[in-house]
């Protein structure tokens, strides 16, 4: 910082993380805090853009888990990003080279990792809720479908991979829209009977999932109680009081 | 009517008014999503050649979503003031435009204008305009209204200083509020978007805002942005609240997907006006609106986002509110996906609006999935002080924490108004002017007066 620099009130700076107090010069921001934000975009910028690297996620998946019935690559009809972005309805259907993929018995749960809005929320923070969860899960006896990776994926993409798997309940891990403060944060959704024809209303979502925000392993814990509640009442969603994202609010959609 | 136009020997034609407009309308992302935009840049402007021999009347006597299905045209129709619309009443809207630009138009002629218009109208001849065009008929347009302080003077830029927090602590809410006043925000109104929709946690919030206004004399008006419903609870339980907020849209469908109908908003306003809180004439209503909101409810009725938006104002103009802003990059890429679709379309919305009579602001801003920076808002930003927007947002370093997206901060309000030479709400500069924020620069008292005051902390 320049010695041209002032702070007013810089005992404010510990009472909120928005950013107040900030050194000014003239009517303008300083230099520093300037950049501190460009870097911070930056950084939530590369989290949308950044492809999820569906390999390497497999291989921690598989080297750091035990997954019964393994892992399965899949994408949405959106074919890359720039699509995604402005048409939000392909990120919800399967493709169907991957339809093709998907079959077999009924199972208790499907799990799907999606990259959503945040690639890097996905590789940061799906693994270490999963490593909580899955072992607590196949403990209680539930069964698994593969575990699928997809790419271009929104929240209603677990819909037609619950329904093709015949999954009793789904559970969505995807990236949240990416904010200033944190461009890593991971959304988790559970929906009873997933099929096709669900909404936003069916589901129950815990959100805000990263290193300083909800901890990977009491969002673990806290999904692993929705799931039991999600399986004795075969439902999900408004019914059952759950927390229901309004439509401006459900950015990872 | 036979809506039809040939550019290059190539005959295009519009299925209805609604066709024309959608196609007439400037290139965005929500059109292509809607499935309602041109297919080529041939047929863009062929649609705006169309739209341009148009008569106004049209608008009349075709209504885009029928009167018995939708309560917004039905307000429409029946509030049109047809002796205010008698000296356009012949002209095309591209003789409207032209009318528009002219020397003799001016903010008294406009504003007489004003009950003759719908928003048909006004989103017709925008869509005719080019940026220059949308700065140069705002910028005539004085819209005034008035509850502490009075918004929308000539020469003057009024901002909402919005302090949110991710949880609603009192003290952090409190650090943003003291932040801003002392870089000369909050002279619209100081608004919260609260974490969490309740009735209790309103009424917590206003209290904190009345315990500072109170303890300092600021000459400002609290709201918390809370479902209507929500804050009527909270006045019920006694809150001291000044302005009650809403979003809204321009169907009915996309309002009750807000949980709100005209006869609602008219009990809200009703119960906030009892309250009397700054005197019988004051403006009480605050409403924010969007581009994309109908279309995202699936409630569009195949009418382009940006008539939608425009049919908006006219809800908001029954109510005779003291704020409107268009909260113009919140809603996504799918809607307006850059810099420039985002800069249209603000200039369009505080167009639309000025021209219906609302006192327009904006909410500079945008999300971290559209292709837009920091620079698309200093542009717009700057544009919008040329063209005469009432008030803008002041949010510490342009960084909501609590909504995750990026407005304008109370530097760039103090940029703007520097460079031209835009002041705050005359009762809010002589505030400043005075010894109260010398005073709230006092760390001490101030953080006692927060911790343990009577905001109900």
Known sequence: MTDLARTRLPGLRALTPARVALPTVGNSIATREVLAFQAAHALARDAV?????????ERRLKEQLTLPAGTVQLRSNAPDRATYLRAPHLGRTLHEDSAAKLSGEACDLVIVIADGLSSKAVERNALPVLQHLVPALLELRWTLAPVALVQQGRVAIGDPIGQ???????????????????????????????????????????????????????????????????????????????QVHGLMALESD | MLLRHTIDSVDYRFDSLKDLLAKASPARSGGELAGLAARSAAERVAAQMALADLPLRAFLDEQLIPYETDEVTRLICDTHDAAAFAPVAALTVGEFRDLLLTDDVDGEFLCALSPGLTP??????????????????????????????????????????????????????????????????????????????????????????????????????????????????????????DLMFQSIAGTEKANASFGVSLALLKEAHDATRSLNRAGPDANVMYFETGQGSALSANAHHGVDQQTCEARAYAVARVFKPMLVNTVVGFIGPEYLYDGKQ???AGLEDHFCGKLLGLPMGCDVCYTNHAEADQDDMDTLLTVL???????????????????????????DALYVRSVLGLRPAPEFEAWLQGEMPSQLALPSPLLAALGSGGAGA
């Open chain 1, 49 to 57: 853009h950044a492809p999820l690297d569906m390999a390497e996620m």
């Open chain 2, 120 to 241: 048909e109208m006004a989103a017709a001849v925008s869509k005719l305009m080019r940026v220059q065009d949308l700065i140069a008929v705002a910028r005539k347009v004085e819209v005034v209204t008035r509850f502490r302080t009075t918004v929308g003077l000539r020469g003057r830029l009024s901002t909402r200083l919005q302090p949110n927090h991710p949880t609603d602590d009192l003290t952090g809410i409190a650090a943003s509020m003291v932040d801003g006043l002392l870089l000369g925000s909050g002279d619209a109104v100081i608004g919260i978007n609260p974490a969490g929709d309740s009735a209790q946690r309103t009424g917590e919030l206003l209290r904190l805002i009345d315990a500072v206004r109170e303890r300092y004399a600021i000459p400002t008006q609290s709201c918390v942005l809370a479902h209507v419903t929500t804050q009527m609870a909270a006045l019920q339980q006694g809150a001291p609240l």
């Open chain 1, 164 to 242: 093709r798997l015949r999954a009793r309940c789904s559970l969505v891990l995807i990236g949240e829209r990416p904010g200033l403060s944190c461009a890593t944060s991971l959304g988790a959704y559970i929906t009873a009977h997933p099929r096709v024809e669900c909404n936003d209303a069916n589901r129950v979502c815990l959100s805000n999932i990263h290193e300083t925000g909800l901890q990977p392993q009491e969002a673990a814990m806290q999904l692993l109680e929705l799931l039991q509640v999600a399986r004795v009442a075969g439902r999900t969603g408004a019914a059952l009081g759950g």
């Open chain 2, 385 to 411: 002080g040329v063209a005469g927007c009432n008030y803008i947002m002041g949010v510490p370093g342009a960084d909501d924490v609590m909504l995750q997206y990026q407005s304008t901060s109370f530097h």
């Open chain 2, 342 to 344: 985002i800069l249209r």
